[in-house]
């Protein structure tokens, strides 16, 4: 009688390999998150995006850096000119990039506007006017007054415009030259208050008869604004030919960049950056927050 032998009994269960099983109310192993960081090359170039933007198509800053705009803007005047009202063009963009092949959205100016352009026929340089005349609008001066349309703008003197020399400011003239009471030098000059139709008002100064006060009619034409400086004996504007660093004719409405709304800053020039109570002591406060 023999027996027979094995390593498993018959019977045995067969043993297998299992993974257990997590806990119902164990939470899954949160996965780290990764803050990623914009560098700071990145940061500029979004920081520049946005700046060109807001100044392509809302304000941009300008500076006065003559008188032909006083007696309501003064050089040394910093403002901030609205994008939007005669809508958009190249020159609209920065360095006036070739973008746009015509004016989108465009706006008519209202006659009284004081308006931002690039002057012609360079196209390179910022002007700032008033517009007086708009397409069809026949304009022309006589005796030193406005006619617009065969009828003359109302012209009204009021007291003496009175501006102080400063680094920014000198007296056209001997004759306009005076001391205030308190000793300090300034400039009179005969000031004017003008009417166009519809009720604008604004002051213009008149410094005496110019060759420029007698011109012949002018018919503005479609697309395009008759400009003048409020100083009217001391502004090149549309009573001028267009001339490279001289009069500016009749400009194309293409060319208006933004309508002036409000002044930022205002400076008589005498601010030394080495001298930094100066920056303070050269500022005409009460002529910021100047709307138009």
């Known amino acids: 009688m023999t027996a027979s032998m ?3 009994p018959e019977n045995a269960p067969e043993s297998t390999a299992t993974t257990p099983e997590p806990l119902a109310d164990t939470p899954p192993p949160a996965k780290k998150q990764e803050r990623k960081e914009d560098s700071f090359p990145v940061f500029v170039i979004k920081l520049v995006l946005i700046v060109a933007f807001f100044r392509s198509f809302v304000f941009s800053p300008f500076n006065i850096p003559s008188e032909s705009m ?6 040394g005047d910093y403002l901030l000119a609205a994008k939007w009202p005669f809508g958009y063009s190249s020159y609209s963009l920065p360095f006036s990039l070739p973008l746009l092949p015509s004016r989108i959205m465009p706006g008519q100016p209202n006659r009284g506007d004081v308006v931002i352009f690039k002057a012609p026929p360079g196209n390179d340089v910022d002007y700032i006017k008033r517009v007086i005349g708009l397409p069809g609008d026949t304009v022309q001066m006589i005796g030193g007054q406005v006619h617009l349309n065969g009828v003359p ?28 009471a308190d000793g300090t030098p300034s ?11 519809g009720g604008r008002q604004y002051n213009v100064l ?19 604004v008759f400009l003048m400086g409020d100083n009217r004996d001391n502004s090149m504007d549309s009573r001028f030919p267009a001339v490279e660093g001289g009069g500016i004719g ?6 208006l960049i933004g309508r002036a709304t409000v002044i930022m800053w205002s400076t008589d020039g005498s601010a030394n950056w080495f001298l930094p109570w100066t920056w303070f002591t050269a500022a005409r406060f009460n002529r910021i927050g100047g709307t138009f």
């Open 70 to 75: 006083l007696p309501r803007l003064e050089n």
């Open 6 to 8: 094995t390593d498993t």
């Open 206 to 224: 008149d410094l005496g008869y110019r060759p420029q006060d007698d011109t012949p009619p002018v018919i503005v034409p479609a697309g395009h």
């Open 250 to 255: 009749l400009v194309p409405q293409d060319n």
């Open 153 to 180: 703008v109302p012209k009204a003197k009021v007291a003496d415009f009175v501006i102080k020399v400063s680094a920014n400011t000198s007296c056209i003239a001997p004759e306009f030259e005076a001391v205030e």
């Open 187 to 197: 400039c009179h000059y005969p000031q004017f208050r003008e009417t166009l139709p």
